[in-house]
């Protein structure tokens, strides 16, 4: 089965920096679509950001616009979230998300086939 392992996440004070990763297998890497989502407790998981399978396109909720960037490495089968000027706001469990289906970035949980568990990130005020 297809297997998504995020790292990365941490305490972390108002405008500091965070690098998520998330190392995959199965299905060769560069044929999925890779997003983040996120969920803060007592909330409903959300879309973070999402990039296309050769890394050309990529999407990005309002909330991160400006301050997250995503990227991917298909030679080490990985997705990075690159997270800057963090809020508060931002804390929540971070989770990695597979779509091995889908011609175009999806931004709905349910357009994505595979999860990882998720690594926390905590931001301090």
């Known amino acids: 089965q297809v297997q998504l392992v995020e790292s990365g996440g941490g305490l972390v004070q108002t405008g500091g920096s965070l690098r998520l990763s998330c190392a995959t297998s199965?299905?060769?890497?560069?044929?999925?679509?890779m997003g983040w989502f996120r969920q803060a407790p007592g909330k409903e998981r959300e879309f973070v950001a999402a990039?296309?399978?050769?890394?050309?396109?990529?999407y990005y909720a309002d909330s991160a616009k400006g301050r997250f960037t995503i990227s991917r490495d298909n030679a080490k089968n990985t997705v990075y979230l690159q997270m800057n000027s963090l809020k508060p706001e931002d804390t929540a469990v971070y989770y990695c998300?597979?779509?091995?289906?889908?011609?175009?970035?999806?931004?709905?949980?349910?357009?994505?086939?595979?999860w990882g568990r998720g690594t926390q990130v905590t931001v301090s005020s």
């Open positions: 199965g299905r060769p890497f560069s044929s999925y679509t």
């Open positions: 998300a597979a779509d091995r289906g889908s011609l175009r970035i999806g931004v709905r949980q349910r357009d994505y086939d595979y």
């Open positions: 990039i296309s399978r050769n890394g050309a396109t990529t």
